[in-house]
């Protein structure tokens, strides 16, 4: 039961929802950017919400099924296409064997999930499925995809020739989520203040909330380094490091923001002007190069309310996807 | 009377109680004590702790803890208090404090890439500046930035050294120093830190049972060796 990369594309990466507990070794969350769009892959291929899903970019890898198999694609737009046949996409799609997955055209987003029924065949590294590219080890040898690497999955129960369509490669089965207001307004990103934001100048704040970020080319799963008004503390004193979390907008001595993305260090010693919501981190996960962020204020308690709604109605359809998953198999 | 520390959200899944905004040793022995004791009163949904020189971040599950506990106000109302709990509970015991470990370091200067302008720019040889930074014993305050980096203080006066403006690649056991901190980069990464020599000394072992070499409260000697020796691989020696 495996899975082959004939080309990798772009930085193709095993994750999960992190690795948490290791914080004060140094040994950083990572885990998927997206991961609204990482569950909802997993529960759509009948999984756990923490099994191991490929996290890919554009341009994306070829990748050849050398067994039958039960997948869903979530998250970014790459024009996922199966042999010559357009998929769809956030749905849970049945497979036939010796058949080919690429993504020709970048359509939206920046990172595209899939996963597999069963979950794939890896260790856990420190309780995590989790690449941390850096310290190269977690997910599939602690490194990016490479072409001729095989990934075996976990023998599924389903007996796919009832199921499949004869002479088609792909049969998408009749459940898709609705994903509601998760990616709406992209480029409107909440935040909630950190530590240093009231030394902000006036003119600062106002920099802030009236004006336009630009995603600059140097961003990654790291951080997104940020393009805009040169922003201003009354008083700069310097900083002792202390924690960082996924979110973390931080100001550079150059004036301008950093956001901390997944696989952010777990420390830094940069003024903390505030922290994006986790409720928009998938949203700001999608967004490349060259877009634009509009920071909003909010406040802790809408931060809060917002983020249990999203898991609430995850919850609603994994239980959803489970049910029919059930009476398709039975 | 105000407060002696500050507890403020760090997104809405983490929050930091800080006590101060300087390297303290009685402030980050209490940081420690801090953790251990959040360790013995775990709370469902606390998912890692991160000491730093004066401040402990807690990284929190909201959406679980709001099931578990429901609390009246905010999930960040309800970490706050577990916080202050800590503050007020958690004792210094002489039990925290660490290992003596004595680290190998070559000072040539091809591992020491900015010890010529260290001299320079600080008027002193470089035999002083390596005389200096053998000749204390450092606390290993926090791991943080990368797998097993670790953060000791404080340097002697004369080698307090700015960062450099610009990162650049750093090989993997060199050792730095940036204002009065020493440390040792653990893999390749670019880094502002003044490089003065190198160890072979593996800080982060992933498959190893305690992973990382360091841990918070550890003190640290540093010894001159050789190229050879350094070369060789030289282990620890207690």
């Known amino acids: 039961m495996s899975i082959s990369i004939i080309k990798p594309g772009l930085l193709g990466t095993i994750q999960d929802m992190g690795r948490y507990g290791y914080g004060s070794m140094g040994i950083n969350c990572g885990g998927a950017m997206d991961k609204y769009a990482a569950q909802l892959a997993n529960m759509l291929a009948g999984n756990d919400m923490g099994e191991a899903i490929m996290e890919i970019h554009f341009p994306g890898p070829q990748i050849l099924f050398e067994q039958n198999a039960l997948i869903s694609i979530t998250g970014a737009d790459f024009s996922a296409t199966l042999n010559d046949e357009l998929l769809p996409a956030w749905q849970p799609l049945l497979i036939r064997k010796n058949t080919i997955l690429h993504f020709p055209e970048l359509k939206n987003g920046a990172r595209c999930y899939i996963a597999v029924h069963g979950g794939f065949y890896i260790d856990k590294w420190l309780n995590s499925y989790s690449t941390n590219l850096k310290a190269a080890v977690g997910g599939f040898f602690g490194r990016k995809f490479e072409k001729g690497d095989q990934l075996c999955f976990k023998e599924s129960p389903i007996y796919f020739p009832a199921l499949m369509k004869p002479g088609k490669d792909v049969r998408a089965l009749g459940w898709k989520p609705d994903i509601g207001s998760t990616y709406q307004y992209p480029n409107e990103i909440y935040f909630i203040e950190g530590k240093e934001y009231p030394l902000l100048t006036d003119n600062s704040v106002n920099d802030l909330l009236e004006n336009k970020f630009i995603i600059n080319p140097s961003s990654d799963r790291m951080g997104y380094n940020t393009k805009g008004p040169e922003l201003i503390l009354q008083n700069n004193n310097e900083m002792i490091s202390s924690g960082v979390s996924f979110g973390t907008v931080q100001l550079l001595p150059n004036g301008q923001l950093i956001i901390l993305m997944a696989d952010h260090q777990t420390t830094g010693g940069y003024p903390r002007i505030g922290h994006i919501i986790s409720a928009h981190l998938p949203k700001l996960a999608q967004l490349r190069p060259g877009e634009i962020i509009q920071f909003r204020k909010t406040d802790i308690s809408t931060a809060e309310f917002m983020l249990c709604e999203q898991q609430r109605i995850l919850g609603i359809i994994q239980n959803a996807c489970i049910d029919n998953l059930n009476k398709l198999v039975c | ?238």
């Open chain 2, 1 to 238: 009377m105000s407060n002696p520390y500050c507890i403020f959200p760090l997104g809405d899944s983490a929050a930091t109680i800080e006590l101060g905004n300087y390297i303290n040793e009685p402030l980050n022995h209490k940081i420690i004590a801090m953790q251990r004791w959040l360790t013995q009163n775990c709370f469902e949904g606390l998912k890692d702790t991160i000491v730093a020189y004066s401040s402990l971040s807690l990284i929190y599950d909201p959406v679980l803890i709001k099931k578990k506990y429901n609390p009246a106000g905010t999930v960040f109302g309800f970490v706050h208090n577990i916080l202050q709990e800590a503050y007020r509970n958690a004792v210094v015991v002489s039990s925290q404090m660490g290992d003596l470990i004595k680290i190998p370091v070559c000072y040539d200067d091809e591992f020491g890439i900015d010890l010529n302008a260290m001299a320079a720019q600080k008027k002193i040889t470089k035999e002083e500046i390596i005389q200096l930074h053998t000749g204390k014993t450092y606390r290993v305050y926090m791991i943080g930035f990368l797998p097993g980096f670790p953060y000791m203080a404080e340097v002697d006066e004369k080698l307090f050294a700015v960062r450099k403006k610009e990162p650049v690649m750093v090989t993997p056991g060199s050792v730095g120093i940036a204002g009065s901190q020493t440390g040792i980069y653990p893999f390749n990464s670019p880094g502002g830190w003044n490089i003065i020599g190198r160890t072979s000394l593996q800080l982060f072992e992933p498959n190893s049972k305690n992973l990382v070499k360091l841990k918070a409260g550890d003190r640290v000697n540093f010894y001159r060796v050789s190229k050879e020796e350094m070369l060789a691989g030289l282990q620890l020696d207690y």
